[in-house]
């Protein structure tokens, strides 16, 4: 029987964290919520979810003693995802918290999406897939993913861009560089779509 790929997911306080957890579960992952260093550095894949606003996030993931061991575990060349605002945190910096630094593990900034519509997004869209991407294996052309947020990532590189969604713009909701995969919409709260997504990540563990 083929072992559960060991995937840790970076506890640093805010947000469901567990939501995420039990979501990798159910698609084949072992997944732990963790703060230790050595879980995380002995881990066959790295997630980095979050929610509410960046500048408290990269506070809190700094306060943990994270930021480093993040850096590392995307060093390493493990599968990483970042969803929703722990994907924003990969950039480096959001026009939500200007005084406030990112990883800058993207290139790039987290900008308001346009006042003319309703903020936050908080509906179901869809996607329009713009290139080649594992993560989006068996989805379909156009998968509906699920979406809480103000903001989106612009990265240096438009290249980095795997997927948009059309809301008042086109916005940028999903972003590929090297073996990092990053998502503004939550696979977790997205049904069979978001699901698959997430075993299309748990699949791309090398064994």
């Known amino acids: 029987m083929t072992a559960r790929p060991r995937v840790a997911v970076l506890d640093y306080g805010i947000g469901n964290l567990r939501s995420a957890q039990k979501a990798l579960e159910r ?7 963790t703060q230790d260093a050595t879980v995380v550095s002995a881990a066959d894949a790295v997630v980095l979810p979050g ?3 960046f500048g408290a996030c990269m506070d ?14 995307v060093a390493s060349g493990v599968p990483f995802l970042g ?28 900008k308001w999406i346009p006042s003319s519509v309703q903020r936050p997004q908080m509906q179901w869209n ?20 699920y979406f809480v947020h103000s903001l989106h990532g ?17 916005l940028n909701v ?26 299309n990540f748990v699949a791309s563990v090398k064994s």
């Open 83 to 110: 969803i929703c605002v722990g994907m924003q945190m990969l950039f480096d910096g959001s026009e939500e918290d200007p005084d406030a630094r990112g990883l800058g593990i993207i290139p790039g900034q987290v």
């Open 126 to 145: 869809q996607l329009n897939i713009r290139r080649d991407e594992p993560m989006f294996s068996d989805l379909g052309e156009h998968p509906w993913m």
């Open 27 to 33: 698609v084949g992952a072992d997944a732990v919520l």
């Open 154 to 170: 612009v990265p240096t590189d438009s290249d980095c861009v795997t997927a948009t969604v059309q809301y008042g713009d086109t």
């Open 174 to 199: 999903a972003f590929r560089k090297g073996n990092v995969f990053a998502t503004q919409f939550h696979p977790e709260k997205s049904a069979t779509a978001g699901l698959g997504l997430l075993h």
């Open 51 to 53: 929610v509410g606003a």
């Open 60 to 73: 809190a993931l700094r306060d943990v003693q994270l930021e480093t061991v993040t850096h590392d575990a």
